[in-house]
């Protein structure tokens, strides 16, 4: 099984936190590889004398005379670390009023939800959960003020991080020796497959491996190659992260042997709870205040979007605050803002989101139309499209027509769209951190049938969009998958069966970009202009997003109707027939009901708290 119960972490990072965080190690490791060997006894009395970290709730007052009080106990504490921890966070509120102030006619929103269907997977999830900011100096101080406890939680985990990479480097300066023995010997071997191995030494042993394989001229034993180790790497691998040897070698594959290990921890780790903001509703300053005033500590999730928050803790269910119910905010994982806003709808303009269940991105392109326009949220699920109809009346997406197709049936029954989103159905590889299932269950014909569903979505959603569109012409292709064969193999395929369309730059301010060629396949250079997201490098679900621009008219392009007329005569039945039907007009209280229960229970989990205890008093 996987490890992620004994690999549990503090509170998530936020995306700048966690880069930031990276940079600060390898500048650290640089020094300390030179002060290794004399420091080495000194660091570990000073791990030893280190304080454990109390996480349990401390009032304002504490948490400020702790954060002091640990910083002047400590001999080692990098007072330079502990200052920007400190600072960053009433930093972020600065920089966060400004850049509100400047955007607040900028409305921007939408939601999300967390629905894994059986087959595909959706980045959203409906449970996480994790400091702050505002737009108003004064605000501002409030809630910095009502976020000291999340800083005090942020500097316990700075400390224990620290910890965690001292040990790591004791690991890998003191066990690691040049042409040390790494490869079992045969008879060891033998006994490694008779049953389960003591973890420790799996993962010394993977550590021992990447070494190696980082500088195997230098490292590698006499008479031993390199797929040897590759081997024993794999399959340690899944015996310590608990995967089929079939998607360890895969997910392997993409990465060099360091970042594969960097790959494999981060998705024993739960991403941040984040909530974007639905500016149909609300602010995400007045949100993000009332918010507070209940007891929730939160920061802005980074600099690229204005409308997501990053939840640390909360003192109340989430996903069943009267903000919540009352459609100001959705919960969303930060990556699945991304599509949407490479998307970047405009006013008036028709929208089709094609796979669009359960609507986190179709309420977000809804937001940011101001509800002008139409946006066709289509989901060939039936099933699903109810929680996508749901959330489109929570948060008050008047521009909305939902519609029940297999995607692959545009343009015949809808063409003509100035811009599509096909958030496609994919493998899950992005999201294990959220769903462990997929480290057995997908297997390799997954990776021969979703694609091919994945390609023909696309040439549908390309022959779809109108190429003289005024303002668009627009199409996005994302999955919450990092598999190639989902991702630049089929956005490959596309740009090769239909030369009417270009790759264009998705416009994201973060994001690594897409391979070019991968193992011996070669891809057009434009698919570096697509963009990869990765647990290990953005703190996000591992995501693709590309961005194309239809140049032209095809053949293909043949439909009954264009989305124009159909949004007329969606307007006129709707006039007939008032616009909400009954059987959606309004919640049902035991759907509710459960939303709710699911909340409480996730929210005691996380509070170390058995939810049988407190519930069936
Ligand atoms: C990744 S999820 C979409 C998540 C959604 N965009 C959101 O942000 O909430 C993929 C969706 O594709 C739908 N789907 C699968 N096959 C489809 C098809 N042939 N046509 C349309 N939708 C399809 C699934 O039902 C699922 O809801």
């Known amino acids: 099984m996987g490890r992620r119960a004994k690999n549990k972490q503090g509170e998530p990072l936020s995306i700048e936190e966690f880069q930031a965080r990276k940079q600060k190690k390898g500048e650290k490791r640089t020094f300390k590889k030179e002060t290794t060997s004399k420091d080495t006894s000194n660091k570990k009395r000073h791990i030893s004398e280190r304080p454990v970290s109390n996480k349990s709730k401390k009032t304002k007052k504490q948490a400020v005379a702790d954060v002091e009080s640990d910083a002047s106990d400590l001999p080692e504490v990098d007072y330079e670390e502990l200052a920007n921890a400190k ?79 001292a040990e790591q480097e004791l690991l890998e300066g003191n066990k690691i020796q040049p042409r ?34 980082e500088d195997f001229k230098t490292l590698s034993e006499e008479g031993t190659n390199r797929s040897q180790y590759i081997d024993r790497f794999v399959k340690d691998l899944c015996e310590y992260f608990g995967y089929s040897q079939f998607l360890a070698e895969k997910l392997f594959n993409l990465f060099s042997p360091s970042e594969a290990m960097e790959f494999f921890e981060a998705n024993e780790i739960h991403r941040p709870i984040t909530i974007r ?71 008036n303009e028709r929208i ?18 101001k509800n002008t326009g139409c946006v066709f949220a289509n989901d060939a699920n039936k099933a ?60 390799e014909k997954d990776f021969i049938q979703i694609p091919h569903l994945q390609k023909q979505l696309l040439l549908s959603a390309i022959d779809s969009v109108d190429a003289n569109s005024p303002t668009g012409g627009v199409i996005v292709y994302s999955t919450c998958s990092v598999a190639v064969d989902e991702n630049e193999a089929v956005v490959d ?45 953005y703190n996000v679900d591992g ?23 159909k949004e007329a005569l969606a307007r006129a039945e709707a006039e007939e027939e008032g616009i909400i039907h009954d059987d959606f007009s309004k919640f049902e209280e035991d759907e509710d009901k459960e939303i709710i229960t699911k909340s409480i229970k996730h929210s005691l989990k996380r509070k170390g708290i058995n939810p049988a205890t407190v519930l069936n008093k």
């Open 352 to 369: 089709l989101d094609m796979a669009a269940a359960p609507g986190g991105k179709t309420t977000y392109i809804s937001a940011l139309m």
């Open 384 to 443: 699903r499209t109810k929680s996508l109809i749901a959330n489109i009346h929570r948060l008050g997406c008047r521009n909305t027509i939902v519609c029940n197709y297999d995607a692959r049936e545009f343009p015949k029954v809808i063409g003509g769209f100035d811009r599509i989103l096909l958030d496609a159905p994919c493998s899950g590889t992005g999201v294990i951190g959220k769903d462990e299932s997929v480290k057995v269950s997908r297997t």
């Open 543 to 565: 995501f693709y997003v590309a961005k194309f621009k239809k140049i032209a008219p095809s053949p293909n392009d043949v439909s009954k109707a264009g989305a124009s007329e």
């Open 180 to 213: 040390a023995k790494v490869l079992p010997t045969a008879d060891e071997e033998e006994e490694i497959a008779k049953g389960p191995q003591d973890l420790t030494m799996v993962r010394t042993r993977m550590l021992e491996v990447v070494k190696v394989l």
């Open 493 to 537: 395929y596309a740009l090769r069966k239909r030369p009417n369309v270009k790759l264009v730059e998705t416009g994201l301010a973060i994001g690594k970009e897409g391979f070019t060629s991968y193992r011996g396949k070669h891809f057009s250079s434009k698919l570096s202009m697509t963009r990869r997201y990765y647990p290990h490098t």
């Open 87 to 165: 600072k960053s966070l009433f930093e972020d509120s600065e920089e966060e009023e400004e850049e509100e102030l400047q955007g607040l006619d900028d409305l921007e929103s939408g939601e999300d939800e967390i629905d894994v269907d059986d087959e595909f997977y959706d980045s959203d999830e409906g449970d996480r959960e994790r400091p702050m900011f505002s737009d108003d100096e004064e605000d501002m101080e409030e809630l910095n003020a009502a976020n000291m406890e999340a800083l005090s939680r942020k500097l316990d985990e700075e400390a224990e991080l620290e910890e965690y990479e």
């Open 277 to 347: 903001t639905n500016t149909l509703k609300s602010r995400r300053r007045d949100l993000a205040q009332s918010l507070v005033n209940k007891g929730v500590n939160l920061q802005p999730i980074g600099p690229w979007t204005k409308v997501g928050l990053q939840v640390f803790d909360s003192q109340v269910p989430i996903g069943a605050t009267p903000e919540y119910l009352a459609g100001h905010y959705i919960l969303q994982a930060a990556s699945s803002f991304l599509p949407v806003m490479a998307l970047d709808p405009q006013e």
